[in-house]
């Protein structure tokens, strides 16, 4: 029989363990046991950021505010849920088609937010509220990357996203009584044989783009030359027509100074004339003035003319 020894006051003292004894420390030890459970697996606490949904035996009680609270052992529970802060929820390589029947996997997360007086309406539609969002949201998306090919899903991923917002919107607050916020695609992924055509077609549209590049080039080379040549063209044109031009200028302002010299010496000549035929005796002076001193050679009879002299008029 085991026992146990203790020194008191200098006396050994021996205690036998009895079953008896042995069974009710067994039991004492449980007693504590379960009555630390009880104490400190009744009280829970709230955050300001939670509510908590407070049951009896299964049964809704009421929503439960931030703070420390107790409930009743083995017949009350508490369910806590996320208020007024945004939430997200992941699913990934989610299979799905688009119009022209290509196969495509979405990862994409939806973000979501519970409001405090939602609670007690999202605790009796939807216990499995994060399991319901992202069954409704894959099913948005699914019907909105079949409405747009393959081709057009980088494209219009915005607008994808955008309507696919607007029915999530539009059917999870009615239905859950909770606020979708946003939604983002982190993955589209195609097939290896559509992303092989996808990247042959891309080489294929570079191989396009700098074959017309080219052309453009070896054109705009063209237009320059053509260009350069019909300005030098101009150039020899306008120089032509200039010399043309100042010829003609030269020439009628030289016929125009022999005109001018003729009529001068015309108007000269009719003025001398003039001159002369008003004055008889202006001739003889002008025949004296340039007389030389030498009489002129006469051939023929009678006597030789030189000069005609008038007496003067007697008065």
């Given at each position: 029989?085991?026992?146990?020894?203790d020194?008191v006051?200098?006396?050994?003292?021996?205690?036998?363990?009895?079953?008896?004894?042995?069974?009710?420390?067994?039991?004492?030890?449980?007693?504590?046991?379960?009555?630390?459970?009880?104490f400190?697996?009744?009280?829970?606490?709230?955050?300001?950021?939670?509510?908590?949904?407070?049951?009896?035996?299964?049964a809704?009680t009421?929503v439960v505010?931030?703070?420390?609270?107790?409930?009743?052992?083995?017949?009350?529970?508490?369910?806590?849920?996320p208020?007024?802060?945004?939430?997200?929820?992941?699913?990934?390589?989610?299979?799905?088609?688009?119009?022209?029947?290509?196969?495509?996997?979405?990862?994409?997360?939806?973000?979501?937010?519970?409001?405090?007086?939602?609670?007690e309406f999202?605790?009796?539609?939807a216990?499995?509220?994060?399991?319901?969002?992202?069954?409704?949201?894959l099913?948005?998306?699914?019907?909105?990357?079949?409405?747009?090919?393959?081709?057009?899903?980088?494209?219009?991923?915005?607008?994808?996203?955008?309507?696919?917002?607007?029915?999530l919107?539009?059917?999870?607050?009615?239905?859950?009584?909770?606020d979708?916020?946003?939604?983002?695609?982190?993955?589209?992924?195609?097939?290896?044989?559509?992303?092989?055509?996808?990247n042959?077609?891309?080489?294929?549209?570079?191989?396009?783009?700098?074959?017309?590049?080219?052309?453009?080039?070896?054109?705009?080379?063209?237009?320059?030359?053509?260009?350069?040549?019909?300005?030098?063209?101009?150039?020899?044109?306008?120089?032509?027509?200039g010399?043309?031009?100042?010829?003609?200028?030269?020439?009628?302002?030289?016929?125009?100074?022999?005109?001018?010299?003729?009529?001068?010496?015309?108007?000269?000549?009719?003025?001398q004339?003039?001159?002369?035929?008003?004055n008889?005796?202006?001739?003889?002076?002008?025949?004296?003035?340039?007389?030389?001193?030498?009489?002129?050679?006469?051939?023929?009879?009678?006597?030789?003319?030189?000069?005609?002299?008038?007496?003067?008029v007697?008065?």
């Amino acid at each position: 029989m085991p026992r146990f020894e203790d020194t008191v006051g200098g006396r050994v003292y021996a205690t036998h363990w009895t079953p008896r004894l042995l069974r009710n420390l067994a039991l004492l030890s449980i007693l504590v046991l379960l009555c630390l459970f009880l104490f400190f697996g009744s009280w829970y606490r709230v955050k300001e950021t939670e509510r908590g949904v407070l049951t009896t035996w299964g049964a809704f009680t009421g929503v439960v505010g931030p703070g420390l609270h107790y409930k009743m052992p083995f017949a009350q529970d508490v369910i806590l849920y996320p208020v007024g802060t945004v939430q997200s929820v992941t699913a990934q390589h989610e299979n799905t088609y688009t119009i022209d029947n290509q196969e495509v996997d979405v990862d994409f997360t939806v973000f979501y937010r519970i409001d405090a007086d939602q609670v007690e309406f999202v605790y009796r539609h939807a216990p499995e509220y994060e399991a319901k969002v992202l069954a409704v949201a894959l099913d948005r998306i699914k019907r909105e990357l079949g409405r747009v090919n393959a081709t057009e899903v980088a494209q219009k991923r915005g607008d994808i996203i955008a309507s696919t917002m607007t029915v999530l919107h539009d059917t999870i607050q009615p239905m859950l009584g909770i606020d979708v916020t946003d939604l983002q695609f982190q993955n589209l992924a195609f097939t290896e044989a559509y992303r092989a055509a996808i990247n042959a077609a891309a080489v294929a549209k570079a191989n396009v783009e700098q074959a017309t590049q080219a052309v453009a080039k070896a054109k705009q080379a063209a237009l320059e030359a053509q260009a350069q040549a019909e300005g030098l063209a101009h150039a020899v044109q306008a120089k032509a027509d200039g010399d043309a031009y100042a010829t003609t200028k030269n020439a009628e302002a030289d016929a125009a100074k022999i005109r001018l010299i003729g009529q001068a010496q015309a108007d000269a000549i009719k003025a001398q004339s003039d001159a002369l035929a008003q004055n008889e005796k202006l001739i003889e002076y002008t025949k004296a003035k340039n007389w030389n001193g030498q009489l002129p050679q006469w051939v023929g009879t009678g006597p030789m003319p030189f000069m005609q002299l008038t007496p003067p008029v007697q008065q």
